[in-house]
């Protein structure tokens, strides 16, 4: 030993990752029925935490769920935004939304996905939805 004392700065314990779907938002409480059928099926078959976020319009807000995850340590945010194409809101809003809480929650990375409605398999679920209808000729 050299006697010098080494100062070690103390970093956050290594990224965890949670899968964030967002939803537009809807003043009906019974409009989120359906999407938290859907988080509760997706949690159940995903390795990582999911949550259900919300837009505008109701709670939780994404800053909500920033708000929930502790300073001590890394997140990343796995944003799966549940539209069916890319209008305003997520060219935009959502973009806007994310730079702005990235700054404020340093320990949080935010990554957004693309939005469900062009992933080839979702195309394939309604295209069989579709063909499951009872055309009454």
Known sequence: MNG??????TQPETSETQLILLAHGSSDPAW???FQKMTQSIADNQKYPVTLAFM??????LEDIALSFS???NYTLE????????GRHLKKDVPE?????????PHLTLKLHEPVGGHPKMID???AIAGDLDFFD
């Open 4 to 9: 010098i004392d080494t100062v070690t700065e």
């Open 32 to 34: 989120q029925i359906p």
């Open 56 to 61: 505008e319009l109701c709670r939780p807000s």
């Open 71 to 73: 300073a001590e340590k």
């Open 79 to 86: 944003i799966l935004p549940l539209f069916f194409s890319a």
């Open 97 to 105: 939304q994310i730079k702005v809480l990235s700054q404020k929650y």
């Open 125 to 127: 679920a309604l295209t």
